[in-house]
């Protein structure tokens, strides 16, 4: 816990016997466990520290954090102390410093993230090891958007001349195992969102068309860019994957 409150506070032996330690919980009145609502206060005093601030010694902090405030988001009943913290808090970004979760988005595609970040757009920083689904809760709870949702694309296409003679990359049993993945990805939630929306059913509907030109252009909060070798896309509406 220093990482994350230093020398803030003193701690007991964790070798004291049971009664020992009741007397400490219950008689003196000292914390078992450092609560919820402390690890939401480190956060806060790193982001208001700023620049001042090593990435490493912030991320060894957040990466004891995260967790503790992604169950405290999850749980039903939220602390009284939580809607006023999500209102003021500031995330840690993948450029090393705090900003506005309104500013930043989760990087929830790497290719639309390698295009974006090159014209400035922040991306989240996310602990170790974790995936940004796992942490959506914590991360729409703060506010911070995910990419692929943010995004309007459309595309220039131009349809082959000739018979559509694609090896099709969509057959039955690819439709099929990308379906059983996503009821594997973060105990299905993925899954149902798909089915909801109706992307699921869109997609296994998709048939392949060829194309000789496609321009793909990206939208997001007033930029606009245009990637001109993309290999595919997907127009789900109706059903049709160009490539």
Same mark, same amino acid.
């Given at each position: 816990?220093?990482?994350?409150?230093?020398?803030?506070?003193?701690?007991?032996?964790?070798?004291?016997?049971?009664?020992?330690?009741?007397?400490?919980?219950?008689?003196?009145?000292?914390?078992?466990?450092?609560?919820?609502?402390?690890?939401?206060?480190?956060?806060?005093? =790193?982001?208001?520290?700023?620049?001042?601030?090593?990435?490493?010694?912030?991320?060894?902090?957040?990466?004891?954090?995260?967790?503790?405030?992604?169950?405290?988001?999850?749980?039903?009943?939220?602390?009284?102390?939580?809607?006023?913290?999500?209102?003021?808090?500031?995330?840690?970004?993948?450029?090393?410093?705090?900003?506005?979760?309104?500013?930043?988005?989760?990087?929830?595609?790497?290719?639309?993230?390698?295009?974006?970040?090159?014209?400035?757009?922040?991306?989240?920083?996310?602990?170790?090891?974790?995936?940004?689904?796992?942490?959506?809760?914590?991360?729409?709870?703060?506010?911070?958007?995910?990419?692929?949702?943010?995004?309007?694309?459309?595309?220039?296409?131009?349809?082959?001349?000739?018979?559509?003679?694609?090896?099709?990359?969509?057959?039955?049993?690819?439709?099929?195992?990308?379906?059983?993945? =996503?009821?594997?990805?973060?105990?299905?939630?993925?899954?149902?969102?798909?089915?909801?929306?109706?992307?699921?059913?869109?997609?296994?509907?998709?048939?392949?068309?060829?194309?000789?030109?496609?321009?793909?252009?990206?939208?997001?909060?007033?930029?606009?860019?245009?990637?001109?070798?993309?290999?595919?896309?997907?127009?789900?509406?109706?059903?049709?994957?160009?490539?």
């Amino acid at each position: 816990l220093s990482a994350v409150f230093g020398d803030t506070y003193a701690y007991l032996e964790s070798q004291y016997g049971r009664r020992l330690r009741d007397f400490f919980v219950e008689q003196v009145g000292i914390e078992e466990q450092v609560s919820p609502q402390l690890f939401a206060r480190a956060w806060q005093q =790193l982001a208001q520290r700023g620049d001042g601030l090593e990435a490493d010694n912030v991320e060894a902090a957040l990466e004891q954090v995260y967790p503790v405030l992604l169950k405290v988001v999850q749980e039903g009943e939220p602390p009284e102390w939580l809607s006023e913290f999500l209102a003021s808090v500031q995330v840690w970004t993948q450029n090393d410093y705090f900003e506005q979760p309104t500013d930043v988005y989760v990087p929830d595609d790497l290719e639309l993230k390698k295009l974006f970040g090159e014209v400035g757009v922040r991306f989240a920083w996310l602990p170790e090891k974790a995936s940004f689904a796992s942490y959506e809760p914590l991360y729409s709870a703060l506010g911070v958007r995910s990419l692929v949702g943010s995004i309007e694309a459309t595309a220039n296409v131009r349809l082959s001349d000739g018979a559509n003679d694609l090896e099709p990359l969509l057959t039955p049993a690819v439709k099929k195992a990308v379906c059983a993945y =996503l009821r594997t990805l973060n105990s299905s939630r993925e899954y149902e969102r798909a089915r909801t929306n109706g992307l699921l059913e869109a997609f296994l509907r998709t048939r392949e068309q060829q194309v000789t030109d496609l321009i793909v252009s990206y939208s997001l909060d007033g930029l606009t860019v245009e990637e001109s070798d993309s290999s595919g896309y997907w127009q789900h509406d109706q059903c049709v994957l160009h490539r």
